[in-house]
Structure formats: structure tokens, C-alpha cells
């Protein structure tokens, strides 16, 4: 009875293979086979990326794809916005960082997606962390030659003048510190200083010394990096950076190069001071 009922069974399934199969294949493919789609309706893109262009066949109904594909507005992908989450690329908001370490902060796509990222803060000491220091100086000799008296008339004197310019940058390396919170800062500097002043000088005769506004960064291969703006305190032989914010870099940099000038009267005279970092 069993093995009866088991034939039956089978033989049943073998039909119903065979006349699913014919139905499959003998009525799309004749119905296909009789339509060159030579009318053809007016164009659409599909509404899932990568949104094909394509017309719609006026007399079978089929979607016949006619080549390349809408680039659509970056954004929601919400039905009739005319945005797809996947043209274009992501763009976050600033967000607002959090008061604690590492401060991290939610940036928001109009996509809806959202990326947090770690902000390194001013006000932190541990953002501040493993302070290093880099420093150097370098001197600079050179001979004013000095119209005494009258305009014309006078006599040239040389005045031997040596000033020196001086660079200290302390900073950190923040994506050398634990936890692993900024991968993306390999330098932030909170405190950079240059000086140039007068060494020595004839009586008699005065200079006048500044550091330049602008400090440049380095590569290991000397291509310049970055340049970090300065400014001057009261005594312009002297100028720092803004210390509010870091001077940060993606990379760290090999050395930095600042600058002063001396000058006596029309006369000037530069000089550069490099400093390594270690
Ligand atoms: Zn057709
Ligand atoms: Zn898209
Ligand atoms: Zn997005
Ligand atoms: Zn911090």
C-alpha cells in the first residue's frame, strides 16, 4: 500500500515538473519572440540604485534598459525627495563635542547616516598629554653699512650686528596616546613661540629685531607641509601662536623653519632658524 501510494506520488511530481517547465518556457518566449519593442514609451530611471534608464515597450509592457543611469542628489532616499542614500557621497555636520575626553562629537548626513568622531579640546590636560618640546636657535652676523650724517654728504660706516632667532614649539602626538581616540592627528601644537632679538650691537647704533608672522613645516622628503600663522606680543621681538586652539597636523612634521629679521635703518638682514622634531 505504502510503495503504491509512493509510485503514485512521484509520478505526479514528475507531471507537474514537466507541464510547469512547458508553461515557463513556451509562453514568455513566444511572447517575447513575437515583439521587436520598437515602440517605445517615454524614459524613467529605477527608483533602487543605480537607477537605470530605461522605456517601457508600448506594446508588450516590457522594461527595455536604453543605457546609462541617473546620478541622483545625495540624501534621504525618501519617496519624491529625489535623493538616494547611495549617489554621491556623505557630508557631516559639525556636531557638537561632548565636555568629557575625548569629547566625542555625532556628525549627521542628510542621508541620515551619522559618524562620530573625537575633537581634541584646548581646555583638556589630557588632550594634552606626553608634552614634548622642540626647540632651537640660530645667529646671524652681518655688517649694516650706515650713511653718517647728512643725507649725501656723510661718511659709510660699517656696523657689525649679530641677532639671533629663536623657535620652542611644545606639542603632542595624539594619535600615539592610549585609547586610540584621534587616528587622524599626528601632531597638536598648543604652544609655539618665536623670538628674535639682538646679540650684539656697536654703541651708538640701535636695531630693530622681528620674527616673522609665519612658521613653515616640513617633510621628511622637504616639501613644505603647513604653515602655522603668529603673532606678536607687545615687544615685537617677540610672537606667538593663538593659544585658544591646536595647531594640528594629519602628519607629523619633520622640521619646522621660522624666521626674523633685523634691520638698521633702510638696512635689513633675515635669517632662519630650523628646528627638528624628534
Ligand atoms: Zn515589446
Ligand atoms: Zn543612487
Ligand atoms: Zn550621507
Ligand atoms: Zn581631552
Redesign the pocket.
Known sequence: MNKQFADMASKIIVILFIVIGLLISIFPLNAEAACSHSSLGTRYSDATHPHKYYRTCNSCGKKIYVGGQEVKKHGPGTWGSGTCKYCGSHTYSAGTPSKN???ASVGKCSCGDTKTVNI??FS?S??KANPKTASNSSSCSTVFLNVAGDLGVGTIQSVPVTFKVSYTNNYNQPNKLSGGHFPGTAFSSWNTQVACIPVSVPSGFSVGTAPGLSVSYYNSSNAKVATQSVKWSTNTSYASSYQTTFFTLKTMPSYAVATGVCNLGAHSKSTTVKTVFK
Open positions: 575626553h575625548p569629547h581634541l579640546r583638556c589630557q588632550c
